[in-house]
Protein backbone atom coordinates (compact mmCIF):
# COMPACT_ATOMS: atom_id res chain seq x y z
CA UNK A 1 0.00 0.00 0.00
CA UNK A 2 1.64 3.27 -1.04
CA UNK A 3 1.73 5.94 1.43
CA UNK A 4 -0.76 8.37 -0.51
CA UNK A 5 -3.28 6.02 -0.83
CA UNK A 6 -3.59 6.31 3.52
CA UNK A 7 -4.00 10.25 2.70
CA UNK A 8 -7.71 11.35 4.18
CA UNK A 9 -9.01 14.59 2.32
CA UNK A 10 -9.85 17.37 4.88
CA UNK A 11 -14.13 18.02 5.50
CA UNK A 12 -15.26 21.94 7.46
CA UNK A 13 -16.90 21.30 10.74
CA UNK A 14 -20.46 23.00 10.48
CA UNK A 15 -21.43 26.07 12.17
CA UNK A 16 -23.29 26.02 15.19
CA UNK A 17 -25.87 28.78 16.44
CA UNK A 18 -26.76 29.54 19.72
CA UNK A 19 -29.93 31.74 20.82
CA UNK A 20 -30.95 32.74 24.13
CA UNK A 21 -34.81 31.02 25.33
CA UNK A 22 -37.34 33.08 23.95
CA UNK A 23 -39.03 36.08 26.15
CA UNK A 24 -42.53 35.68 27.72
CA UNK A 25 -45.09 38.13 29.40
CA UNK A 26 -46.71 36.56 32.10
CA UNK A 27 -48.68 40.11 33.62
CA UNK A 28 -48.77 43.29 34.30
CA UNK A 29 -49.52 45.86 37.18
CA UNK A 30 -53.25 48.03 36.66
CA UNK A 31 -52.76 51.41 35.82
CA UNK A 32 -55.71 54.10 36.37
CA UNK A 33 -57.92 55.00 33.16
CA UNK A 34 -55.90 58.34 33.16
CA UNK A 35 -52.60 56.52 32.49
CA UNK A 36 -49.77 55.79 34.55
CA UNK A 37 -46.91 53.73 34.73
CA UNK A 38 -46.94 49.86 34.71
CA UNK A 39 -44.82 46.71 35.51
CA UNK A 40 -44.59 43.82 33.06
CA UNK A 41 -43.64 40.48 34.80
CA UNK A 42 -42.23 37.90 32.08
CA UNK A 43 -38.96 36.09 31.96
CA UNK A 44 -35.90 36.12 29.59
CA UNK A 45 -36.61 39.71 29.22
CA UNK A 46 -32.86 40.64 29.11
CA UNK A 47 -29.98 42.80 30.61
CA UNK A 48 -29.92 45.77 28.85
CA UNK A 49 -32.80 48.58 27.91
CA UNK A 50 -30.72 48.90 24.83
CA UNK A 51 -32.14 45.92 23.29
CA UNK A 52 -35.62 47.33 24.16
CA UNK A 53 -37.34 48.36 20.56
CA UNK A 54 -41.04 48.00 21.38
CA UNK A 55 -43.80 47.98 24.14
CA UNK A 56 -47.63 47.58 22.97
CA UNK A 57 -50.87 47.51 25.16
CA UNK A 58 -53.41 46.19 22.53
CA UNK A 59 -56.94 45.74 23.47
CA UNK A 60 -59.64 43.64 21.57
CA UNK A 61 -60.66 45.78 19.00
CA UNK A 62 -57.02 46.40 17.89
CA UNK A 63 -56.58 49.61 19.06
CA UNK A 64 -52.99 50.30 21.04
CA UNK A 65 -50.89 52.25 23.35
CA UNK A 66 -47.40 52.18 22.35
CA UNK A 67 -45.66 52.50 26.20
CA UNK A 68 -42.98 55.05 26.72
CA UNK A 69 -39.53 55.95 29.05
CA UNK A 70 -39.66 51.81 29.12
CA UNK A 71 -36.97 50.64 31.09
CA UNK A 72 -35.57 46.66 31.58
CA UNK A 73 -35.24 46.68 35.47
CA UNK A 74 -34.17 42.53 35.74
CA UNK A 75 -34.70 39.97 33.39
CA UNK A 76 -37.91 39.36 34.36
CA UNK A 77 -39.37 43.17 34.82
CA UNK A 78 -39.88 45.98 32.54
CA UNK A 79 -41.22 49.52 33.49
CA UNK A 80 -43.66 51.41 31.43
CA UNK A 81 -45.40 54.61 31.12
CA UNK A 82 -48.88 53.96 29.59
CA UNK A 83 -51.24 56.10 28.12
CA UNK A 84 -55.09 56.70 29.36
CA UNK A 85 -57.61 54.12 28.51
CA UNK A 86 -60.07 51.79 29.72
CA UNK A 87 -61.40 48.38 30.00
CA UNK A 88 -59.93 45.31 30.86
CA UNK A 89 -58.54 41.50 29.01
CA UNK A 90 -55.50 43.90 26.93
CA UNK A 91 -52.48 41.92 25.47
CA UNK A 92 -48.88 43.33 25.78
CA UNK A 93 -46.41 43.03 22.74
CA UNK A 94 -42.82 43.25 23.63
CA UNK A 95 -40.16 43.10 21.32
CA UNK A 96 -36.53 42.81 22.35
CA UNK A 97 -33.58 42.51 19.99
CA UNK A 98 -35.39 41.76 17.17
CA UNK A 99 -37.70 39.01 18.54
CA UNK A 100 -40.97 39.42 19.63
CA UNK A 101 -43.18 38.14 22.55
CA UNK A 102 -47.20 38.64 22.79
CA UNK A 103 -49.19 38.13 26.07
CA UNK A 104 -52.33 36.37 27.16
CA UNK A 105 -54.61 39.15 28.48
CA UNK A 106 -53.12 40.18 31.36
CA UNK A 107 -53.07 44.14 31.15
CA UNK A 108 -56.06 45.97 32.65
CA UNK A 109 -56.56 49.38 33.64
CA UNK A 110 -58.26 50.11 37.16
CA UNK A 111 -61.90 49.63 37.33
CA UNK A 112 -63.63 53.07 38.55
CA UNK A 113 -64.06 53.58 41.76
CA UNK A 114 -66.32 56.20 43.54
CA UNK A 115 -65.03 57.99 46.83
CA UNK A 116 -66.54 61.08 47.56
CA UNK A 117 -69.86 62.49 46.78
CA UNK A 118 -71.10 66.20 47.42
CA UNK A 119 -74.78 65.94 48.12
CA UNK A 120 -75.80 64.33 51.58
CA UNK A 121 -76.44 60.91 50.82
CA UNK A 122 -76.44 57.35 52.13
CA UNK A 123 -72.76 56.74 52.47
CA UNK A 124 -69.01 56.83 50.60
CA UNK A 125 -69.87 56.29 47.04
CA UNK A 126 -73.51 56.44 47.06
CA UNK A 127 -75.86 59.55 45.23
CA UNK A 128 -78.95 60.87 46.58
CA UNK A 129 -80.68 63.70 45.34
CA UNK A 130 -81.49 66.68 47.36
CA UNK A 131 -84.49 66.30 49.20
CA UNK A 132 -87.85 68.76 48.53
CA UNK A 133 -87.87 72.03 49.65
CA UNK A 134 -90.56 74.55 50.63
CA UNK A 135 -90.33 78.65 49.75
CA UNK A 136 -93.75 79.26 49.36
CA UNK A 137 -97.37 77.90 50.03
CA UNK A 138 -100.17 79.73 48.41
CA UNK A 139 -102.35 80.30 49.96
CA UNK A 140 -100.91 80.22 53.08
CA UNK A 141 -103.98 79.66 55.02
CA UNK A 142 -106.62 77.55 53.76
CA UNK A 143 -109.46 76.24 54.93
CA UNK A 144 -109.94 71.85 54.62
CA UNK A 145 -110.53 70.11 51.29
CA UNK A 146 -109.50 73.43 49.22
CA UNK A 147 -106.05 73.42 47.19
CA UNK A 148 -103.05 74.93 48.22
CA UNK A 149 -100.01 74.94 45.85
CA UNK A 150 -96.45 74.18 47.03
CA UNK A 151 -93.84 75.72 45.47
CA UNK A 152 -89.61 75.32 45.37
CA UNK A 153 -87.56 72.49 44.26
CA UNK A 154 -86.85 68.52 44.36
CA UNK A 155 -90.26 67.66 43.69
CA UNK A 156 -89.20 65.43 40.67
CA UNK A 157 -92.02 64.26 38.00
CA UNK A 158 -93.61 61.14 38.69
CA UNK A 159 -96.35 61.56 41.12
CA UNK A 160 -96.60 57.89 42.40
CA UNK A 161 -93.47 58.17 44.13
CA UNK A 162 -94.84 61.61 45.84
CA UNK A 163 -96.74 61.75 48.84
CA UNK A 164 -97.79 65.16 50.54
CA UNK A 165 -99.07 64.93 54.33
CA UNK A 166 -100.52 67.72 56.83
CA UNK A 167 -100.34 66.73 60.41
CA UNK A 168 -100.04 63.56 59.85
CA UNK A 169 -102.91 63.50 57.40
CA UNK A 170 -102.70 62.50 53.47
CA UNK A 171 -103.54 64.94 51.38
CA UNK A 172 -107.14 63.86 49.46
CA UNK A 173 -105.56 64.91 45.97
CA UNK A 174 -101.76 65.04 44.71
CA UNK A 175 -100.85 66.94 41.30
CA UNK A 176 -98.66 68.31 39.17
CA UNK A 177 -98.49 72.21 38.54
CA UNK A 178 -95.03 72.53 37.53
CA UNK A 179 -92.63 69.41 37.23
CA UNK A 180 -89.85 69.42 39.91
CA UNK A 181 -91.01 72.95 41.60
CA UNK A 182 -94.76 73.09 42.31
CA UNK A 183 -97.51 70.78 43.19
CA UNK A 184 -100.94 70.87 44.31
CA UNK A 185 -102.38 69.93 47.04
CA UNK A 186 -106.27 69.35 48.43
CA UNK A 187 -105.61 69.94 51.92
CA UNK A 188 -106.86 67.37 54.84
CA UNK A 189 -110.31 67.52 56.36
CA UNK A 190 -107.86 68.96 60.02
CA UNK A 191 -107.74 72.54 61.59
CA UNK A 192 -104.75 73.98 63.51
CA UNK A 193 -102.50 76.03 63.26
CA UNK A 194 -98.17 75.26 62.77
CA UNK A 195 -99.25 72.22 61.36
CA UNK A 196 -96.37 69.71 60.37
CA UNK A 197 -96.31 69.91 56.07
CA UNK A 198 -94.33 66.74 54.50
CA UNK A 199 -93.30 66.18 51.17
CA UNK A 200 -91.58 62.64 50.90
CA UNK A 201 -90.36 62.13 47.20
CA UNK A 202 -89.13 58.40 46.57
CA UNK A 203 -88.24 58.22 50.34
CA UNK A 204 -86.35 61.48 50.70
CA UNK A 205 -88.36 64.16 53.00
CA UNK A 206 -88.60 67.30 53.66
CA UNK A 207 -87.90 69.02 57.25
CA UNK A 208 -89.18 72.06 59.25
CA UNK A 209 -91.93 72.98 57.02
CA UNK A 210 -95.49 73.81 58.43
CA UNK A 211 -98.67 74.80 57.20
CA UNK A 212 -101.76 76.79 59.54
CA UNK A 213 -105.46 76.29 58.16
CA UNK A 214 -107.45 79.39 58.07
CA UNK A 215 -109.09 80.39 61.82
CA UNK A 216 -112.58 79.79 62.14
CA UNK A 217 -114.70 82.64 61.89
CA UNK A 218 -117.76 82.49 64.57
CA UNK A 219 -121.36 84.18 62.45
CA UNK A 220 -123.90 83.16 64.57
CA UNK A 221 -124.48 82.09 68.44
CA UNK A 222 -128.05 80.30 69.45
CA UNK A 223 -129.58 82.31 72.40
CA UNK A 224 -130.04 80.62 75.21
CA UNK A 225 -132.03 81.35 78.58
CA UNK A 226 -129.98 82.38 81.82
CA UNK A 227 -130.14 79.05 82.89
CA UNK A 228 -127.78 77.69 80.05
CA UNK A 229 -128.34 74.25 77.76
CA UNK A 230 -127.18 73.50 74.52
CA UNK A 231 -125.81 76.26 72.51
CA UNK A 232 -125.29 76.15 68.31
CA UNK A 233 -122.45 78.18 67.11
CA UNK A 234 -122.59 78.75 63.22
CA UNK A 235 -118.90 79.44 61.97
CA UNK A 236 -117.29 79.19 58.63
CA UNK A 237 -115.46 75.79 59.33
CA UNK A 238 -114.83 73.97 62.35
CA UNK A 239 -113.74 70.47 60.36
CA UNK A 240 -115.25 66.97 60.38
CA UNK A 241 -117.93 65.93 61.79
CA UNK A 242 -117.94 64.54 64.94
CA UNK A 243 -113.61 65.07 65.03
CA UNK A 244 -111.54 65.83 68.09
CA UNK A 245 -110.48 69.41 66.71
CA UNK A 246 -112.29 71.61 69.05
CA UNK A 247 -109.82 72.07 71.74
CA UNK A 248 -111.01 74.82 73.77
CA UNK A 249 -114.33 76.75 73.44
CA UNK A 250 -115.57 79.57 75.47
CA UNK A 251 -119.18 81.96 75.70
CA UNK A 252 -117.64 84.76 77.24
CA UNK A 253 -115.47 83.90 80.25
CA UNK A 254 -117.30 80.54 80.47
CA UNK A 255 -116.27 77.31 79.02
CA UNK A 256 -118.56 75.70 76.88
CA UNK A 257 -118.40 71.89 77.51
CA UNK A 258 -118.22 69.07 75.34
CA UNK A 259 -118.22 70.68 72.29
CA UNK A 260 -119.60 68.51 69.02
CA UNK A 261 -119.03 69.20 65.46
CA UNK A 262 -122.25 68.25 63.94
CA UNK A 263 -121.94 69.65 61.11
CA UNK A 264 -118.62 70.79 58.96
CA UNK A 265 -119.68 74.72 60.15
CA UNK A 266 -121.90 73.99 63.23
CA UNK A 267 -120.76 73.12 66.65
CA UNK A 268 -122.89 72.36 69.72
CA UNK A 269 -121.64 72.49 73.75
CA UNK A 270 -123.10 72.61 76.90
CA UNK A 271 -123.04 76.21 78.06
CA UNK A 272 -123.37 77.15 81.71
CA UNK A 273 -126.08 79.07 83.40
CA UNK A 274 -125.52 82.45 84.34
CA UNK A 275 -123.24 83.54 82.02
CA UNK A 276 -125.19 83.96 78.98
CA UNK A 277 -127.48 86.02 81.00
CA UNK A 278 -124.79 88.33 81.63
CA UNK A 279 -122.88 87.73 78.62
CA UNK A 280 -126.14 88.24 76.20
CA UNK A 281 -124.99 84.99 74.43
CA UNK A 282 -123.56 86.61 71.39
CA UNK A 283 -119.76 86.23 72.05
CA UNK A 284 -117.47 83.22 71.73
CA UNK A 285 -113.75 81.98 72.20
CA UNK A 286 -112.60 79.01 70.13
CA UNK A 287 -109.59 77.24 69.62
CA UNK A 288 -109.59 74.59 66.84
CA UNK A 289 -106.18 73.04 67.32
CA UNK A 290 -104.24 76.27 67.84
CA UNK A 291 -105.98 78.11 65.27
CA UNK A 292 -108.05 80.66 67.64
CA UNK A 293 -110.66 83.07 66.97
CA UNK A 294 -112.46 85.95 69.22
Do not use: W
Not at 230 to 246: E, H, R, Y
Amino acid sequence: MSYNSLQSTAVASPVLYFKYASTTITSATSIATAGGRTTITGTNLGPDTANLHLVEIRNTTGVYHTGTNCAITSHTTIECDVGAGIGTGHTIRVQIAGESAISGTVFNYIAPAINTETDAGTGTGKFSYAPPSVSQIVPMNQLPGENITIKDNSFGDELSLISISIGGTPCSYVGPVTPHTELICTTPQILGANKSLSIVVNGVQNVNDVFSYTAPEVHNVTHLPASGGVATIKVAVFGPVNGSQVTLFKLGNSTCTYPNITEVNTIKCHASPMHLAKYGGTYADVDLAGGRTD
